[in-house]
């Protein structure tokens, strides 16, 4: 492993094209149609990456404004009047125009990609080829819920005849969207909710999380030019101050965030209405490896180490804790071992890196004391470099000998550490997995097609998603995604995501000859928008 001292170097040293351009000292937000200069107090944007020249935090790339309750009412206000009871021009425009209003805005998007993946190396860390892939994915996504939408409102687009009676039936927007997403995905995961929230006619009022704010201000001008004034607004700033007194308003009607139950909990209970409120919510998981006595060592090892540390384990879908069977648990160690010691561990643009600096500041302080909490109960580290540290960095640690007394066997780490739990009989596994807070997905890992399908049938009614031979993963983005017990509520897939973000509305009559020349000059004049009978090509 290299010296991690040396991994930061003098700030001249690094090529600019991995600079980010345009938003040094940022100080814009978006509210009812305005790109707004702030001139208030600054909230400075500390990089995990530090340069040589930086010595007690990592590199300051930008502020963004810390704004106060003020502002944030004025953008839920701005969100509030652009809906204005679903008579708002966003809401009432057709389908095809709010999916054109989508495709301007996708347009854009493309042309902020270097910079955005510039920023999302420099705020969170995340490799180059990563914050490439994030971004991708996003517009990916993107072009596939302008699909979906189409499909939607093709199959709406027709009557339903049913004991004399005949009706339209399509689905129709809910409101005001409060959107937060995660520091992880910052542009992905916000998305996922944004985007469909949006195209379904929803009017938004989104906060970036806490790190990951920068990279979205380059998007800013493109929401504004493509959507009406106040549909898609912009907060920054601390909870308590901006989104304590939106949710307590009562003026939310949807809650979409990503993030931890905790936080969740609070922000539910803060809404005065809380049947009012429908929540889409991605939270906590700490998904279980099970790798059986018969599994293909390769493939066990080579998924559970991208499972636990892809993006240093900072995924809510990644493996948090790894049962192995005890016959085969040295060898699994040794291999994986070996493989975790191959990692290249450095800057985020550097080749073939896969260990990059931790995004939160705490973090290697964390994970240490973690680690240390396991050793003084019996644990040990498996790897030579386990747990080495440096400011932001911080070397994966196998752990073998895991049990329940440790904090590491029931946290969610999200972070490089592998927990690993040995075990002689397969109701130990199934046992946490059903103790547990968490119910996202599992893993197992064999070849007996008996005891999988065993498993299975125990699993699926655990968790949401169970993955055989492979890692613990959200994507492709047309799969449901969605947990039990602590982690979600609602279901987010390309497809899922449109219909959490409306509800089915429908248009009845009885099938009288006056009812039925009416509904027919409605729709030959093309008079409503909802009622409506137009295929979207
Ligand atoms: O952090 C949670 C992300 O949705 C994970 O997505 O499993 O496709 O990396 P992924």
Same mark, same amino acid.
């Given at each position: 492993m290299k010296d991690l001292k040396k991994i930061f170097v003098p700030y001249e040293s690094i090529d600019s094209k991995f600079l980010p351009q345009t938003t040094k000292f940022t100080s814009k937000y978006l509210i009812n149609g305005k790109l707004g200069e702030w001139h208030g107090d600054l909230h400075q944007v500390i990089s995990p990456i530090f340069t040589a020249e930086d010595d007690e935090h990592g590199h300051?790339?930008?502020?963004?404004?810390? @704004?106060?309750?003020?502002?944030?009412?004025?953008?839920?206000?701005?969100?509030?009047?652009?809906?204005?009871?679903?008579?708002?021009?966003? +809401?009432?425009?057709?389908v095809a125009e709010r999916i054109n209003c989508m495709r301007k805005f996708v347009l854009m998007m493309k042309e902020q990609r270097d910079e955005i993946a510039r920023l999302l190396m420099w705020e969170i860390g995340k490799s180059l080829q990563d914050s490439y892939k994030e971004f991708d994915r996003t517009v990916g996504y993107i072009n596939d819920t302008i699909e979906a939408m189409k499909d939607l409102d093709r199959s709406s687009s027709r009557f339903t005849i049913s004991e004399g009676?005949?009706?339209?039936?399509?689905?129709? +927007?809910?409101?005001?969207?409060?959107? @937060?997403?995660?520091?992880?995905?910052?542009?992905?995961?916000?998305?996922?909710?944004?985007?469909?929230?949006? #195209?379904?006619?929803?009017?938004? %009022?989104?906060?970036?999380?806490?790190?990951? %704010?920068?990279?979205?201000?380059?998007?800013?001008?493109?929401?504004?030019?493509?959507?009406?004034?106040? %549909?898609?607004?912009?907060i920054y700033g601390r909870g308590k101050e901006v989104i304590t007194p939106i949710m307590e308003s009562g003026k939310v009607d949807v809650l979409a965030f990503i993030g931890s139950s905790k936080v969740a909990d609070v922000l539910k209970k803060e809404h005065p209405h809380p049947h009012r409120l429908k929540c889409v919510l991605g939270l906590d998981a700490k998904n279980p490896a099970i790798i059986l006595k018969d599994a293909d060592l390769d493939t066990a090892v080579k998924e559970t180490l991208l499972g636990s540390l892809s993006f240093n384990g900072q995924r809510c879908t990644a493996l948090k804790i790894i049962f192995v069977h005890e016959d085969i648990a040295e060898s699994y160690l040794q291999k994986l071992s070996e493989a975790v010691e191959n990692l290249t561990i450095g800057l985020p643009w550097e080749d073939g890196v896969s260990i990059t600096p931790l995004a939160e500041a705490g973090k290697p302080d964390y994970l240490t004391e973690m680690i240390a909490d396991a050793v003084s109960k019996g644990a040990t580290v498996v790897n030579p470099n386990g747990g080495k540290r440096y400011k932001s960095l911080f070397f994966p640690a196998i752990l073998k000998n895991v049990n329940e007394t440790m904090a590491v066997f029931r946290e969610e780490q999200f972070g490089p550490i592998i927990p690993v739990?040995?075990?002689?009989?397969?109701?130990?596994?199934?046992?946490?997995? #059903?103790?547990?807070?968490?119910?996202?997905?599992?893993?197992?890992?064999?070849?007996?097609?008996?005891?999988?399908?065993?498993?299975?049938?125990?699993?699926?009614?655990?968790?949401?998603?169970?993955?055989?031979?492979?890692?613990?993963?959200?994507?492709?983005?047309?799969?449901?995604?969605?947990?039990?017990?602590?982690?979600?509520?609602?279901?987010?897939?390309?497809?899922?995501?449109?219909?959490?973000?409306?509800?089915?509305?429908?248009?009845?009559?009885?099938?009288?000859?006056?009812?039925?020349?009416?509904?027919?000059?409605?729709?030959?004049?093309?008079?409503?928008?909802?009622?409506?009978?137009?295929? #979207?090509?």
């Open positions: 300051i790339v930008g502020t963004y404004p810390k @704004m106060g309750t003020k502002e944030a009412m004025a953008a839920l206000d701005a969100a509030v009047q652009a809906y204005n009871h679903g008579y708002g021009e966003w +809401p009432a425009m057709s009676i005949l009706a339209q039936i399509r689905r129709a +927007p809910l409101g005001v969207v409060l959107c @937060m997403g995660p520091f992880n995905y910052p542009l992905n995961e916000t998305f996922t909710t944004l985007i469909p929230a949006l #195209i379904m006619g929803n009017t938004i %009022v989104f906060k970036p999380p806490k790190l990951g %704010v920068l990279l979205l201000t380059p998007l800013l001008n493109a929401f504004r030019e493509a959507f009406p004034a106040g %549909v898609v607004n912009t739990v040995t075990f002689k009989d397969v109701d130990e596994p199934l046992n946490y997995v #059903i103790g547990s807070n968490y119910g996202q997905q599992a893993s197992i890992f064999g070849k007996d097609s008996q005891q999988i399908a065993h498993l299975i049938d125990i699993l699926v009614n655990q968790v949401c998603r169970v993955n055989v031979n492979a890692q613990c993963q959200r994507g492709p983005d047309i799969f449901p995604f969605t947990g039990r017990k602590d982690s979600a509520e609602g279901t987010l897939s390309v497809s899922d995501a449109l219909r959490v973000f409306s509800i089915r509305t429908l248009v009845a009559t009885k099938g009288t000859d006056l009812n039925k020349e009416i509904f027919t000059e409605i729709v030959k004049d093309n008079k409503s928008k909802f009622l409506n009978t137009d295929f #979207i090509f």
